[in-house]
């Protein structure tokens, strides 16, 4: 990937924790080499480390029809746009970053609402809930997939 100047963050996760392997994966063109076993905080924190030197900052997140404002915390499609609140904003935004990458509660949680929360799950089908009466409310394309006992994802209704 490296030798086609591909930029995307390489996060090496694996059982090999001898210092050659390190040395090896660091070479071969990881930006960040994560032994198992392993903290989920401690891989949350690589990935929003990863995720913080990603150049250039875009302003809006973009799937399907619609768009997420990150200056304004609005969600639009076409004309229609709708305000989310913090945490609707949080969870809309993680679920945009991941795109069609299945991500469950547990880590949704984490991410939004924090290890030292007392927020159960809950919480997050909560807030998937009414990011998907708002969507609808925009004439959004784009819907968030329940995939039985792992967690969310977006999909594009290309029928729309």
Not at 137 to 143: D, K, L, P, Q, V
């Amino acid at each position: 990937m490296r030798a086609k100047r591909c930029g995307t963050p390489i996060l090496m996760l694996t059982a090999r924790s001898e210092l050659e392997d390190r040395i090896e994966g660091l070479n071969a063109g990881a930006d960040y080499y994560l032994t198992k076993p392993f903290n989920i905080r401690e891989l949350l924190a690589c990935i929003n480390a990863l995720l913080r030197r990603q150049v250039p900052q875009v302003d809006q997140l973009m799937l399907g029809n619609t768009v997420l404002d990150l200056g304004a915390c609005t969600l639009s499609c076409g004309i229609k746009y709708v305000r989310l609140s913090a945490k609707e904003f949080d969870v809309m935004r993680f679920l945009l970053q991941a795109q069609s990458s299945i991500i469950s509660k547990e880590v949704i949680l984490a991410w939004v609402w924090g290890y030292d929360s007392e927020a159960v799950e809950n919480h997050v089908e909560v807030y998937v809930g009414f990011l998907r009466k708002k969507l609808r409310s925009i004439g959004s394309n784009i819907r968030i997939e329940a995939v039985r006992r792992l967690g969310y994802r977006l999909e594009v209704d290309e029928t729309c």
